[in-house]
């Protein structure tokens, strides 16, 4: 009765008003004070990340040679491409035995949910911030407005500048409040909340803001914060929402009876999923390549500057000149004049070159030694990029050197895996809240066929225990766990399989006749998904065997000698299938 109670209240007398939401923005004006360096550290990064990092780097002098080279940019632009080339693939598998068939349609129907997310463009992008500043975000949100008013669940990349969480939290779900802040038209907001009428203006939040080539206006935008805050209500953690404008709510749940208890997501969690590159203690963010690897690009393009000034200085000819000379230095350095005039007598150190200096080649090889530290701390090396090294020019010796080489590379993509994970545990949990009504996806069957299957969150709500001895056992909810594998892998690592796969055919690991053989081989060897193809050759020796065995008592009319050898073949199969059994392959 007391929560009812609460939550008529709730309706009547809006928890959230102007005083709470006036409390929200000092919060979030202190957020983001603490989060004034990492700010400027991102925008920095952006524009080291475009080649303008002499506007980070130039002093006071008005000129000067600024030369700049994409050492840098090269190693981020190749680790994305190693990146996408272990794009991730989830597969769904569930925690109980009766849960199979619902993993299974999820395996089939979550690739679907994310490619009309356009997903792959997401993951790019969110794997550039994270190369770049250190740190990747995805939001995972229910979009009310897709698929006609149906909704649907929406991934996207969260720009790192627009979110504020606490100070010295490591987990973003440890995270007090979260605040994620847009700008948007003041004409918008007033066509979509004509209650805002009068009440907008320039933005009153000084969001910080790359450097762009365009001019951006940002005098007829207002900041839209999105505010999400846990509380503990009934002995669990509810979400709650609010969006707001200066001190106007737009909507709170607190505010809503439908919410009130409930709260924004069943599943408790901030919706966003922080990707970092290298772990720092204090923060849920990391660093990244720009942060290593800038002190060196810098010093390069220092090296070059010097140099190049060494080579204009002395490549553009100049003089000594007395003042007394009576040179006419207007027509002396016009050079398309076939007369200088002089007054007087032109004695011989009237006029005198200046003689330049020849640059060290030691000066040279620093550069180059930056280069190579560059590289080197980046994991960039010339091999890696398909270029010889040492000598090796043979294609299987590069590549089997570049597999070796790419470990920071497999590094980084296991990260990816656990935040691409946590993505889609999201996403079956907004499933498991929002799918009431069925909808229809186009996903792959077996041999590669087109299916059409209607799906709806029936098999993924709470599930009824049943009665046992007139006890009610209460209701469980099907959980799932994610194991990721890429998609996309390299072209070494597909060759290798490939290699692999018939290296195994050559050895007779396929003959079911010797199957006993190649389980007991495999069992001793660790290479990936060794498990289905130990459950393969399981399953085919089964039914060789049992055809055999059809085949001869039909021969022989079923006599004793011939009963007694089908049954020892039969041993045979349940040897081989105890083994598979054993290695953890299921039937």
């Not at 006609?148 to 490591?170: H, K, Y």
């Not at 000594?320 to 040179?327: K, L």
């Not at 469980?476 to 060759?495: G, L, N, T, W």
């Amino acid at each position: 009765m007391k929560d009812q109670a609460q939550t008529n209240l709730g309706a009547i007398f809006p928890v959230i008003g102007s005083d709470q939401v006036h409390e929200a923005r000092v919060t979030l004006q202190r957020y983001k004070a603490g989060k004034a360096n990492l700010e400027q550290k991102v925008i920095d990064n952006e524009q080291w990340y475009k080649l303008r990092s002499w506007e980070c780097m130039r002093k006071s002098l008005p000129e000067q040679v600024e030369p700049v080279s994409g050492w840098l940019f090269n190693a981020i632009a190749n680790k994305h491409a190693a990146a996408m080339d272990s794009f991730p693939c989830p597969n769904i598998l569930p925690r109980e035995e009766g849960d199979q068939a619902e993993a299974r349609m999820l395996t089939s129907i979550l690739p679907v949910i994310l490619e009309q997310n356009d997903f792959e463009a997401v993951y790019g992008g969110e794997v550039d911030d994270k190369l770049k500043s250190g740190t990747g975000i995805y939001g995972v949100f229910w979009d009310a407005g897709k698929l006609n008013g149906l909704g649907d669940v929406s991934v996207e990349q969260v720009d790192i500048l627009s979110l504020f969480w606490e100070p010295g939290i490591t987990d973003i779900q440890q995270s007090r409040n979260l605040f994620h802040v847009v700008l948007r038209d003041n004409d918008l907001l007033l066509e979509e909340y004509p209650q805002l009428e009068g009440k907008l203006g320039a933005s009153s939040l000084d969001l910080g803001q790359y450097i762009y080539d365009d001019n951006v206006d940002t005098s007829q935008k207002s900041a839209v914060v999105d505010w999400y805050y846990k509380k503990r209500q009934g002995g669990r953690i509810v979400l709650h929402y609010c969006k707001f404008v200066n001190d106007e709510v737009l909507f709170a749940t607190e505010n809503e009876p439908e919410y009130f208890e409930r709260g924004w997501y069943d599943h408790g969690l901030y919706p966003y999923v922080f990707d970092p590159l290298f772990r720092v203690k204090g923060t849920p963010c990391g660093f990244g390549f720009v942060d290593v690897a800038k002190n060196a690009q810098e010093y390069i393009d220092r090296g070059n500057q010097a140099i190049l000034q060494n080579m204009l200085a002395n490549a553009r000819p100049r003089h000594f000149i007395r003042s007394d000379g009576s040179v006419n230095e207007a027509e002396y350095a016009d050079l398309s004049r076939d007369f200088v005039h002089v007054d007087g007598n032109l004695g011989q150190d009237s006029i005198v070159p200046i003689q330049g200096k020849t640059l060290s080649s030691v000066y040279v090889q620093v550069v180059k030694d930056k280069i190579d530290e560059l590289k080197e701390t980046t994991g960039n090396r010339d091999v890696s990029t398909g270029g010889a090294n040492n000598g090796v020019t043979a294609a299987s010796a590069i590549a089997a050197m570049q597999e070796a080489g790419s470990k920071l590379d497999r590094d980084a993509s296991r990260g990816s895996y656990r935040a691409f994970r946590k993505v889609c545990l999201m996403i079956i949990e907004l499933m498991r809240q929002f799918y009431t009504l069925p909808r229809y996806f186009r996903i792959l069957g077996e041999n590669g066929a087109a299916e059409y299957v209607r799906y709806s969150n029936a098999a993924l709500a709470p599930q009824s225990q049943g009665m046992a001895l007139g006890v009610d056992l209460g209701y469980r909810v099907p959980q799932f766990d994610i194991q990721v594998s890429a998609e996309k892998q390299s072209p070494y690592s597909k060759m290798s399989q490939n290699e692999l796969a018939l290296q195994f055919y050559s050895a007779g690991f396929f003959d079911p006749m010797r199957a006993e053989q190649a389980l007991a081989c495999l069992d001793m060897m660790d290479f990936d998904r060794k498990q289905i193809v130990m459950g393969k050759i399981a399953r085919n020796a089964q039914k060789y065997q049992a055809a055999a065995l059809l085949g001869q008592l039909q021969t022989a009319g079923q006599t004793t000698p011939v009963r007694e050898k089908a049954l020892g073949e039969a041993s045979v199969t349940k040897q081989a299938r105890q083994r598979v059994a054993d290695a953890g392959v299921p039937e």
